[in-house]
């Protein structure tokens, strides 16, 4: 079946490019500059984190190849355990501040798109 050539075109709602997207969201983000840096550099100390552990371990293994003193190994077993207590806070941390940005990001665009919605002409 086709269309009627009479029939007016309809015009759906406005689509955004990528460039628009990505400056809404990046403003979105600079609106809220203390939340952003704050989650950014939380996950990025708890992934530096979660880096010590496999180089810890690796002095560890050759420390007792070379047959080293019980209380350097002690050492770096703490240091290890340390280091995984350390990622496991920082990474709940950076994911509570990351889905809290996250969240109201979201209502922010949700409440703006209901409202250009709103304001548009009822035909």
């Known amino acids: 079946m086709t269309a009627d050539?009479?029939?007016?075109t309809r015009t759906l709602l406005p689509v955004a490019s990528a460039r628009q997207t990505w400056t809404t969201l990046g403003a979105q983000f600079?609106?809220?500059?203390?939340?952003?840096?704050?989650?950014?550099?939380?996950?990025?100390?708890?992934?530096?984190?979660g880096l010590?552990?496999?180089?810890?371990?690796?002095?560890?293994?050759?420390?007792?190849?070379?047959?080293?003193?019980?209380?350097r190994i002690a050492g770096r077993v703490?240091?290890?355990?340390?280091?995984?207590?350390?990622t496991?806070?920082?990474?709940?941390?950076g994911a509570a501040l990351a889905s809290r940005l996250g969240e109201t990001v979201l209502a922010r665009l949700r409440e703006r798109v209901l409202d250009r919605a709103l304001h548009l002409p009822s035909a």
């Open 5 to 8: 050539p009479r029939t007016p």
């Open 30 to 49: 600079r609106d809220r500059p203390g939340l952003s840096a704050a989650a950014a550099t939380v996950l990025v100390a708890a992934a530096t984190g």
């Open 52 to 71: 010590v552990a496999p180089w810890v371990l690796g002095r560890l293994v050759d420390d007792v190849i070379a047959d080293a003193p019980v209380s």
């Open 78 to 86: 703490a240091v290890i355990a340390a280091a995984a207590v350390l």
């Open 88 to 93: 496991g806070l920082l990474t709940a941390l």
